[in-house]
């Protein structure tokens, strides 16, 4: 397989750098692996894919990517909401999923079962609207509960292969989906793309320490590659949903509990008829230490926004569609919209 342009033999160590690499034979790296001889004496080059990357991605505007320190916390929704978003504002956008072990955004976009073509011109991306192409391993899993089990340079290999076989055309945006972490996929997909000009990263986290802490180090990830942070955005930042929608319990000294719902809805139509259009918030992470905001103002990098744990915002994820298309997502939607505006505005794009 590949890695940075080099034909990577199965048998390679975890991070090979490749046989063309400066370092190849010669790395920490490449202790004990079976190529390694044969790696320090390879000819040593320039990268011709990354010739090939550069060509498709000429057509590409803006390449912005959707980083998290750690699993959970929403980054895949994030990511094909936003591009949902960027697509209802008539942008040509496409969606690049390259988190090879854990592909979730073919279901978040409604294209489970779905199969990639190719024509004379590369692999097709499968098209959600005329404006939204999206390309994922998943749509090449012959079951979609294989685990998919590689190794590094053979993951190094498939996202080079998304970069330089995939027919986008003329795009305003490519939003890359990154697996949690600053890892091989990170690493790689910031090397294939330098030279092509990222506009930058979107960090995504919750407001608790324990996921903040892992953010810290994916702003410093960003700083050593030099990788601009467009700005971090705080997840799941309390419950938030309509009063209406909530089920009322009563619970005994025993655990037991009595379903209210219906009651509390009948009061509350004959007594207080103005409390069915209020909206219910409630913190479900502490972020008593300033959650993400302050954790920006720390590190220097700016604060997109909250958007709130939404029980209809998780629904259309489930159901793969957007969030903007109706009002059942008040609590996140308008969030959401306001925060794809911030960052129109710093990339100097109209809403």
Known sequence: MENGGNEVPENANEHCPGPQDESAGKSDACEGCPNQEACATAPKGPDPDLV?????????????????????????????????????????VGLLDIDI???????????????????????????????????????????????????????????????KDVYWGELDFLIVDAPPGTSDEHISIVQFLKDTGIDGAIIVTTPQQVSLIDVRKEVSFCKKVGLPV???????????????????????????????????????????????????????????????AKMCKDMGVPFLGKVPLDPQLCKAAEEGRSCFEDRKCMASASVLTAIVKKLLSELKEDF
Not at 61 to 70: A, D, E, P
Not at 123 to 147: H, R
Not at 238 to 254: A, H, I, R, V, Y
């Open 52 to 92: 090939s990357i550069a060509e498709r991605m000429a057509t590409v505007k803006h390449k912005i990517l959707v980083l998290s320190g750690k699993g959970g916390v929403g980054k895949s929704t994030f990511s094909a909401q936003l591009s949902f978003a960027l697509a209802a504002k008539d942008f040509q």
């Open 101 to 163: 072990c854990g592909p979730s955004i073919p279901k978040m976009l409604g294209l489970e079962g779905q199969e990639i073509h190719q024509s004379n011109l590369g692999w097709s991306p499968i098209y959600v609207e005329s404006n939204l192409g999206v390309m994922s391993i998943g749509f090449m899993l012959p079951n979609p509960d294989d685990a998919v089990i590689w190794r590094g340079p053979r993951k190094n290999g498939i996202i080079k292969q998304f970069l």
């Open 230 to 292: 467009l700005g971090v955005v705080e997840n799941m930042s309390g419950l938030c949903q309509p009063l209406t929608d909530f089920k009322f319990l009563s619970m005994n000294e025993n655990g037991e509990q009595k379903d209210m719902t219906e009651w509390v809805i009948t009061c509350l139509k004959e007594k207080f008829p103005e409390m069915m259009n209020l909206v219910a918030s409630t913190e479900v992470f502490d972020s008593s230490a300033g959650g993400g």
